[in-house]
């Protein structure tokens, strides 16, 4: 009976601290992987799940056996309606303050009913090979979105459509999306949908008129005063190219790979409206 534990190994272009994160926060890991509920990293915790394909859904019962925060975390897999006891294990490794490798192995998999082809190892591998080598790196690996447009028109009419993007440029982004801020250093900038719905928060950390402007994003529209801001920026650069002409950069991220080509089409959109808006009647 084959008894080699199952085992996988991946590099991800994130710190050590967000992959633990991304395997032991209950939010995220239904972001990428399955839903565990008040799911808690802590050794004897048990919980439960279904996971399956569209033909059928398995139950789940583990129970977490060691917790070694950032570096290991190791539960029981089991199926209450069957045979079988497995083990399955997460080793991180840190390589550097933006490297990290995975280190996944499942053990016990012979146990399981081998009649049924769901529980045979080159399913599992399937299934695992998935999760460590797309769905994973695609949540905790990012990327920046940058875009780039020629204008011709003046460079404080452009500057002006960049600072008010509702019912202008914000149609870009789903229903569309305003701004409410002063745009001075320090001020707060929400962003919100048509009906007022509170879409992101930020804060002005640069604005020099008519060249440069950055907006720091919170990770928690519901962020409070002094509050650190999260990763994510949005940069917006106006460099002269001669008289009445101008070059547009705008630059978004780091940014979740999941998201980019949604978010790239938005930018694209968003960028064609400045510059139609912009170039209208000049």
């Known amino acids: ?114 009649e049924d082809p769901n529980f045979r190892r080159e399913s599992f591998m399937g299934g695992w090979n998935y999760f460590v080598n797309e769905a994973l790196p695609s949540f905790v690996e990012t990327d920046t979105i940058r875009k780039s447009s020629s204008i011709e028109a003046a460079a404080e009419k452009i500057w002006d459509i960049v600072l008010h993007p509702g019912n202008q440029w914000g149609k870009a982004f789903g229903d569309g999306a305003f701004v409410e801020t002063d745009w001075t250093i320090g001020s707060t900038v929400i962003w919100t949908d048509p009906g007022g719905d509170i879409g992101s928060k930020g804060i002005v950390a640069a604005h020099r008129p008519m ?12 962020a409070v005063p002094n509050a650190k801001p999260g990763e994510y920026s949005e940069k917006y650069r106006l460099i002269k190219i001669a008289d009445r002409k101008f070059e547009l950069e705008i630059e978004c991220g780091p940014l979740a790979k999941k998201y980019l080509t949604q978010h790239e089409a938005m930018w694209d959109k968003a960028m064609k409206l400045i510059v139609e808006l912009a170039e209208k009647s000049r």
Not at 211 to 222: A, C, S
């Open 211 to 222: 060249e440069y402007l950055q907006v720091d994003m919170y990770d928690d529209i519901n």
């Open 1 to 114: 009976m084959e008894s080699t534990p199952l085992l996988l190994e991946r590099r991800y272009a994130a710190p050590i601290e967000k992959l633990w994160k991304a395997i032991t926060d209950a939010g995220q890991m239904k972001e990428w992987y399955f839903d565990l509920g008040d799911f808690k990293a802590e050794k004897g915790f048990k919980f439960q799940f279904t996971g399956g394909d569209e033909k059928i859904q398995y139950l789940h019962a583990c129970e977490i056996l060691e917790c070694d925060p950032p570096n290991k975390l190791s539960y029981s897999w089991t199926y209450p309606d069957y045979q079988g006891y497995s083990v399955l294990t997460w080793e991180l490794f840190a390589e550097g303050g933006h490297s990290t490798r995975l280190k996944l192995h499942h053990t016990g998999l012979e146990s399981f009913p081998q």
